[in-house]
Nanobody, 123 residues
Framework: QVQLVESGGGLVQAGGSLIVSCAAS????????MGWFRQAPGKEREFVAS????????NYADSVKGRFTISRDNAKNTVYLQMGSLKPEDTAVYYC????????????????WGQGTQVTVSS
């Protein structure tokens, strides 16, 4: 059974940094894209970032470009999201995903989802 377990969420002040990670188990994800979505209260779930199987290509939402960095370690089946210059509007539950192609940004494009980790940015 596939499991994605996020960790590293928490409370941070605006302008601060945070790293969330996601460990995958149940199969080898070395040939799959991995990524992150987020959902703020009262809003739809939205794409944040994704990375291809080798880590050589990434894709970011415009709202986080230049502030967030996605990376992965295939030996550990783990994907990371380094978040910097955080803003209150980044407050959301962050979900780890696994799918077929890094350039896809719809929720239906990703097959496996984690339970999410809360990130709260205070002003």
């Amino acid at each position: 059974q596939v499991q994605l377990v996020e960790s590293g969420g928490g409370l941070v002040q605006a302008g601060g940094s945070l790293i969330v990670s996601c460990a995958a188990s149940g199969r080898t994800f070395g040939t799959y894209a991995m990524g992150w979505f987020r959902q703020a209260p009262g809003k739809e779930r939205e794409f944040v970032a994704s990375i291809n199987w080798s880590g050589s290509r990434t894709n970011y939402a415009d709202s986080v470009k230049g502030r967030f960095t996605i990376s992965r370690d295939n030996a550990k089946n783990t994907v990371y999201l380094q978040m910097g210059s955080l803003k209150p509007e980044d407050t959301a539950v962050y979900y780890c995903v696994v799918g077929g192609s890094y350039y896809l940004i719809r929720t239906i494009d990703y097959d496996y989802w984690g339970q999410g980790t809360q990130v709260t940015v205070s002003s």
